[in-house]
């Protein structure tokens, strides 16, 4: 069976533009949570979405939003990129919310000159 | 909020030999899990072990075990027999019952053959 994937896998933007990322959960799994790791230290949560709503935020500004799809895809959206944008996107997939081990793609590399 | 720490940025241990790696957190949560995840450079997030707050024995997978002491708030992985494929950045992270994951800042173990 297929993991998470992610796509695209590496980015290049240009500060002010906006961006968007792409997931698939693993089949059957209908949680999906965005994570951005910055070069050096550990993931941060952004956002979780279970059953096409917004379960959890994390502390990110208003440029970022995602949403979920009737298929439980999900898409992450940056706006008016900042250099300290930069980063590895991670999103994971859960059968639920609660008490389940959560799956990691790959990641997307999104590069802001 | 949760806040989760390794105090070490690095690690090394000689091939075949046993290192631990150290993790502290602080929370006021009663119902956790806490959580080692491996990223190898190929990026993907690779859970190791999970432990639930709320057993008093040790989780154990294979060569990886952790002491976990919920009074202090400690939460430490042992990996026995080292290998050179355990080279890695190693996550400590910690959730709640949502199931968002508070990541510390890894520790970076290499293997020396």
């Known amino acids: 069976d297929a993991g998470v994937t992610q796509s695209p896998t590496h980015l290049i933007k240009t500060r002010g533009q906006h961006v968007t990322l792409r997931c698939s959960p693993i089949?059957?799994?209908?949680?999906v949570s965005w994570y951005q790791q910055v070069l050096g230290q550990g993931p941060q949560f952004i956002f979780q979405?279970?059953?096409?709503?917004?379960?959890g935020r994390g502390n990110f500004p208003d440029r970022f939003s995602a949403r979920q799809f009737p298929n439980y895809s999900s898409e992450l959206n940056v706006n008016a990129l900042l250099l300290g944008d930069s980063a590895l996107y991670l999103c994971?997939?859960?059968?639920?919310?609660?008490?389940?081990?959560?799956?990691f793609g790959d990641g997307t590399r999104l590069s802001i000159l | 909020a949760q806040t989760v720490t390794q105090s070490q940025p690095e690690m090394s241990v000689q091939e075949a030999e046993t290192v631990t790696l150290s993790c502290t957190y602080d929370?006021?949560?009663?119902?956790?899990?806490l959580f080692w995840y491996k990223q190898p450079p190929s990026r993907q997030m690779i859970l190791v072990i999970r432990?639930?707050?709320?057993?008093?024995q040790n989780a154990t997978e294979n060569r990886f075990s952790v002491n976990f002491q919920k009074a202090a708030k400690s939460f430490s992985l042992k990996i026995s027999d080292s290998q050179l494929g355990d080279a890695a950045m190693y996550f400590c992270?910690?959730?709640?019952?949502?199931?968002?994951?508070?990541f510390g800042g890894g520790t970076r173990l290499m293997v020396k053959p």
């Open positions: 994971a997939s859960s059968l639920a919310q609660g008490n389940q081990p959560q799956h």
């Open positions: 929370t006021s949560e009663s119902d956790y899990y």
């Open positions: 432990q639930e707050a709320y057993k008093q």
């Open positions: 979405y279970y059953e096409k709503e917004e379960r």
């Open positions: 089949s059957g799994h209908k949680s």
């Open positions: 992270a910690f959730s709640d019952a949502g199931n968002m994951l508070t």
